[in-house]
């Protein structure tokens, strides 16, 4: 998994060579409940070995959260998956996410 916090990760469909679409859900934190959201993602692979990964939220209302999770907005992510160059075993990662985690969450789950 490329995020501690994420607890769920499943591709639903592939939709086309590098699309598909697919779910993720978060860990619990405390009394805070998971949050979860489907989404829509494209990725590309580059010739220095970098993964580009740009997603956004599927907006059907009839895909409803799953049990015991809050519904979150993500309008859009980018990451970039890129080998170390001094250790090209190793994975740097840029994030960029705008999201609404919904409902009601404490300052101290941020940290």
Request: include cysteine; hydrophobic fraction near 40%; aromatic fraction near 12%.
């Amino acid at each position: 998994m490329y995020d501690k916090n994420v607890r769920d990760c499943e591709v639903i469909e592939h939709l086309g060579v590098n699309l598909f679409f697919g779910y993720q859900c978060t860990h619990r934190v405390s009394f805070v409940s998971s949050r979860d959201f489907y989404q829509l993602a494209w990725f590309n692979m580059e010739a220095d070995g970098s993964i580009i990964l740009v997603c956004f939220e599927d907006l059907n209302p009839n895909l409803l959260p799953r049990e015991s999770c809050v519904r979150m907005r993500l309008p859009i992510a980018g990451l970039i998956f890129s080998p170390k160059k001094k250790d090209s075993t190793k994975t740097e990662i840029s994030m960029v996410v705008e999201a609404d985690l919904g409902g009601s969450v404490p300052g101290w789950v941020f940290k």
